[in-house]
């Protein structure tokens, strides 16, 4: 015979007697003739016992839906929890007031400061920002708070930058930056040249393909 099924439901309200704090499962019993009985049992708080026969089966099938019925029976009148039920958000519920391009911008200021920038620059946040946007898009520098912009930086404006620049010309500057690019690669006494590769100019009268009369970018 398959073991009884229990299914204890605290606080039920019973649906033909309208009783609460009732709890009640479904067995399954022998009965005399050798049927298997499905029965509810309800136990009230206040300790009566009361037992409900949903019916007599004689086989597997019909016992199987004997117990389908008495678990509906369980149930019957109770609201469904809505586990499943779709979330649906209109348009106005979620507003994007700002994005941020955090995996790239952590990158680079991580390897800013293993590079030493941020010490050979002082601390300059406007270099920092500089080189920064220069490394997500080669741009001019009127355009790196653009560029700044999209990836989610409040950036400076080019009239800061304007004013930073006869600072970044001078070779006190030049020799930090290129002392902490020395550091970084281990060389010893050499001479170390930084230049811009951003735009190219290729001086010839004829082209070959790659290299062209006039003004090119790569």
């Known amino acids: 015979m398959p073991s009884p099924l229990v299914e204890p439901r605290l606080s039920h309200v019973r649906p033909d007697l309208g009783h609460a704090d009732v709890m009640a499962y479904v067995r399954t019993v022998r009965t005399r003739s050798g049927a298997r009985a499905v029965q509810i049992v309800w136990r009230y708080q206040r300790g009566s016992l009361q037992i409900e026969h ?8 019909e016992w199987e839906t004997l117990v389908a019925a008495a678990r ?3 149930v019957a009148g109770q ?9 649906v958000r209109g348009p106005e519920s979620l507003v994007i007031t700002s994005t941020r391009m955090g ?12 590079m030493g920038f941020d010490q050979a620059a002082g601390s300059d946040l406007v270099f920092e920002h500089l080189v920064t946007a220069r490394i997500i898009e080669p741009s001019s520098k009127l355009d790196a708070a653009r560029v700044l912009g999209e990836a989610g930086i409040e950036t400076m404006s080019y009239r800061t930058v304007r004013r ?9 500057w030049r020799d ?9 690669a281990e060389l010893g006494p050499a001479t ?27």
Not at 79 to 87: I, K, S, Y
Not at 176 to 184: D, L, W, Y
Request: net charge negative; hydrophobic share 40%.
């Open 103 to 114: 995996w790239l911008l952590d990158a680079i200021s991580r390897g800013y400061r293993a």
């Open 176 to 184: 930090r930056i290129s002392g902490a690019c020395t550091v970084r």
């Open 54 to 61: 949903i019916g007599s089966a004689h086989t597997d099938a």
């Open 79 to 87: 609201d469904v929890l809505p586990f499943e039920a779709p979330v």
């Open 72 to 74: 509906q029976r369980l």
């Open 164 to 172: 930073r620049l006869s600072m970044y010309a001078t070779k006190q």
């Open 192 to 218: 170390l040249v930084l230049y811009d590769v951003t735009t190219l100019w290729y001086e010839s009268d004829t082209g070959d393909g790659f290299r062209e009369p006039g003004f090119s970018s790569d």
